[in-house]
């Protein structure tokens, strides 16, 4: 159980007196409630700040129309870390399509910062919470160090795209004029920027991280850097970018390319006012990193102020067992953002966190998740160590990658294995790629783990669409339905496939749709779930929309971007699979209530 002694990080300056705190290190400002729970990166960043022998506050959710609440606990004698949350706050506050959304998982009661019936200063995020936060901490605190983190900064810490406002924006450091920007996954470059705040040292030249450069010094810094024998790469910058769009597919194209490589080289970008310089990444945690960090003493709680929150409700009793991703679809931002290395917890830690979780009083006997990114990527590795691709499942698995099928069925029946524990899922993402090497593991989860139906991620089933989405092509998932459907036959059990799908995605057409009505059809499925694509930042398909160009052949394709176009490819599945108001009974359902 979590030790009386454990305690939520303070959110107001009466917490942190009866700790007999009369100073802040660092304030962690954040766009979602306060959750100390390992699934919430403010949680993670403060714990592990605490652990070090920092002095940390949390201020969630903050007033943005004025900066009372960032005086809260003071100036902090560090510095303010500035989160827009969990989410991007644009894709937390409005649907593809621009539409409000009606429920805000990260905020209590479920309620959407823009409810009318919310008086002002109790609405929760406001668009670019990032932007807006590093305004007021500023305004509250003129001379204090900010340092923009989380996966809004991250993903906008260059020239990006803003689907709110349909247009392109510069760097959040530039906007913020933050003192530094963390990306990626903040754990070490945080401890180490603390450290050298702490011993009035420079915040220059930390891995993992970008500054900010006046124009007249970047030539200096380009000479320096090139004599130490650093590699040095020119972006394509604002004025690039505004006269001729297609360098903003060269710019994501040379990100992303850095990204997948943990390369060496330090990026620059001419902004409207200034450059932005990337230094390269952290290494990526260790598995005792990774086990230390989860291991850390979480109430997995909300903060007794705000004990409502439904994120909360969903992610309690799951527990993260891998970090990173190497299947790099084009419309997602996890490689960037986690990056493209794999790092396993140890099955012990993740055995004691288990045990942790049946103990708790308010366990109701079901583990909902032992996952990460993707699932089935657990306990992966490399015969060759590393590659500057780190592309392993696309258009197959490469011949590199090393599956270990046991470990994963070992650490499902340990798990299993505890008292307490009557139902363990995987509700993570499943790469059908790696289910297909791994027949025990898919039957183990068809027999044992998977509540309802097995979910499933195609995204598509035409080939020029899955080859802009960096996907597998369509006999994947032939092959893969072939399989499960003789599991099921075996096992007779009552589990269906359910594929998302994304309509459209650059490149995709109302006829890619029908087509694909057809095949997935045919093979037995119903969409039950679909999504429109968002442009979000920091995505080679958000380039395509952008620019109308094939991510790697650089040859034009067909974008919807007008409602009409989108809302066309969404009436050919919606009358393909809800003709009538109700979803067609999948095939495979029939089938088994049919033997019954």
């Given amino acids: 159980?979590?030790?009386?002694?454990?305690?939520?990080?303070?959110?107001?300056?009466?917490?942190?007196?009866?700790?007999?705190?009369?100073?802040?290190?660092?304030?962690?400002?954040?766009?979602?409630?306060?959750?100390?729970?390992?699934?919430?990166?403010?949680?993670?960043?403060?714990?592990?700040?605490?652990?070090?022998?920092?002095?940390?506050?949390?201020?969630?959710?903050?007033?943005?129309?004025?900066?009372?609440?960032?005086?809260?606990?003071?100036?902090?004698?560090?510095?303010?870390?500035?989160?827009?949350?969990?989410?991007?706050?644009?894709?937390?506050?409005?649907?593809?399509?621009?539409?409000?959304?009606?429920?805000?998982?990260?905020?209590?009661?479920?309620?959407?910062?823009?409810?009318?019936?919310?008086?002002?200063?109790?609405?929760?995020?406001?668009?670019?919470?990032?932007?807006r936060y590093a305004n007021l901490a500023r305004s509250a605190y003129p001379e204090t160090t900010i340092i923009l983190g989380g996966i809004?900064?991250?993903?906008?810490?260059?020239?990006?795209?803003?689907?709110?406002?349909?247009?392109?924006?510069?760097?959040?450091?530039?906007?913020?004029?933050?003192?530094?920007?963390?990306?990626?996954?903040?754990?070490?470059?945080?401890?180490?920027?603390?450290?050298?705040?702490?011993?009035?040292?420079?915040?220059?030249?930390?891995?993992?991280?970008?500054?900010?450069?006046?124009?007249?010094?970047?030539?200096?810094?380009?000479?320096?850097?090139?004599?130490?024998?650093?590699?040095?790469?020119?972006?394509?910058?604002?004025?690039?970018?505004?006269?001729?769009?297609?360098?903003?597919?060269?710019?994501?194209?040379?990100?992303?390319?850095?990204?997948?490589?943990?390369?060496?080289?330090?990026?620059?970008?001419?902004?409207?006012?200034?450059?932005?310089?990337?230094?390269?990444?952290?290494?990526?945690?260790?598995?005792?990193?990774?086990?230390?960090?989860?291991?850390?003493?979480?109430?997995?709680?909300?903060?007794?102020?705000?004990?409502?929150?439904?994120?909360?409700?969903?992610?309690?009793?799951?527990?993260?067992?891998?970090?990173?991703?190497?299947?790099?679809c084009s419309f997602c931002a996890i490689a960037r953002h986690q990056g493209p290395r794999i790092t396993s917890r140890s099955p012990a830690s993740i055995l004691v966190e288990a045990e942790k979780i049946a103990a708790r009083p308010e366990f109701g006997g079901t583990i909902s998740d032992l996952g990460g990114p993707t699932a089935n990527l657990y306990g992966t590795s490399c015969t060759i160590g590393s590659c500057r691709k780190h592309d392993c499942l696309y258009p197959r698995l490469c011949k590199n990658l090393v599956i270990d099928e046991p470990l994963l069925l070992e650490l499902l029946e340990q798990v299993s294995n505890i008292s307490q524990v009557k139902h363990l899922h995987i509700s993570s993402g499943l790469r059908m790629g790696l289910l297909q090497q791994t027949p025990a593991l898919l039957e183990r989860l068809l027999r044992d783990h998977t509540p309802g139906n097995l979910k499933i991620a195609p995204e598509h089933t035409e080939e020029l669409v899955l080859e802009l989405m960096h996907k597998e092509p369509h006999a994947q998932l032939i092959a893969f339905v072939s399989l499960f459907n003789k599991i099921s036959r075996r096992l007779k059990n009552n589990a269906g496939l359910t594929p998302y799908i994304i309509s459209a995605h650059p490149g995709c057409t109302e006829q890619h749709n029908r087509s694909m009505v057809k095949k997935l059809k045919k093979l037995g499925l119903t969409v039950r779930q679909f999504q429109?694509?968002?442009?979000?930042?920091?995505?080679?398909?958000?380039?395509?929309?952008?620019?109308?160009?094939?991510?790697?052949?650089?040859?034009?394709?067909?974008?919807?971007?007008?409602?009409?176009?989108?809302?066309?490819?969404?009436r050919v599945i919606e009358d393909g699979f809800f003709k009538g108001g109700a979803p067609e009974k999948n095939q495979n359902v029939r089938r088994q209530k049919k033997r019954r």
């Avoid at 949350?85 to 009661?109: C, F, H, M, Q, T």
């Avoid at 040292?201 to 090139?226: M, P, W, Y």
Wanted: aromatic letters at 8%.
């Fill in 532 to 570: 429109d694509f968002t442009p979000t930042p920091g995505t080679l398909s958000t380039a395509m929309y952008v620019t109308g160009q094939h991510r790697d052949k650089r040859t034009r394709i067909e974008v919807a971007r007008n409602k009409t176009e989108r809302t066309g490819q969404r």
């Fill in 152 to 328: 809004e900064a991250s993903l906008r810490r260059f020239i990006h795209y803003d689907y709110k406002q349909a247009r392109l924006r510069s760097s959040h450091l530039a906007d913020a004029k933050g003192d530094l920007l963390i990306y990626g996954m903040a754990e070490k470059a945080v401890l180490e920027a603390a450290d050298r705040l702490d011993n009035k040292k420079s915040l220059d030249n930390i891995r993992g991280t970008c500054v900010r450069r006046h124009s007249l010094a970047v030539d200096q810094f380009i000479e320096d850097a090139r004599s130490e024998g650093r590699k040095v790469k020119l972006l394509p910058g604002w004025q690039d970018i505004a006269s001729d769009i297609d360098k903003f597919m060269e710019a994501e194209r040379a990100i992303d390319r850095q990204s997948r490589a943990f390369g060496e080289t330090v990026l620059l970008q001419r902004q409207q006012a200034c450059w932005i310089v990337q230094y390269p990444p952290q290494p990526v945690l260790s598995t005792r990193e990774m086990d230390e960090l989860h291991e850390l003493p979480y109430t997995r709680k909300p903060h007794p102020s705000t004990p409502n929150i439904p994120a909360h409700a969903m992610i309690q009793h799951s527990i993260t067992i891998v970090r990173g991703c190497y299947g790099n």
């Fill in 1 to 131: 159980m979590v030790p009386e002694t454990a305690r939520a990080l303070p959110v107001t300056r009466e917490e942190c007196l009866t700790r007999g705190w009369d100073e802040i290190d660092v304030v962690l400002v954040s766009g979602d409630a306060y959750v100390d729970h390992p699934s919430f990166g403010i949680a993670l960043i403060g714990r592990l700040l605490e652990a070090a022998g920092y002095r940390v506050a949390v201020l969630p959710q903050p007033r943005f129309d004025k900066d009372h609440d960032f005086r809260r606990f003071g100036r902090p004698r560090l510095f303010f870390g500035i989160s827009g949350g969990n989410l991007d706050s644009i894709v937390a506050n409005y649907s593809g399509n621009g539409k409000i959304r009606e429920v805000d998982a990260y905020s209590p009661e479920g309620r959407p910062w823009r409810s009318q019936t919310m008086s002002r200063e109790n609405r929760y995020r406001p668009d670019r919470a990032v932007l």
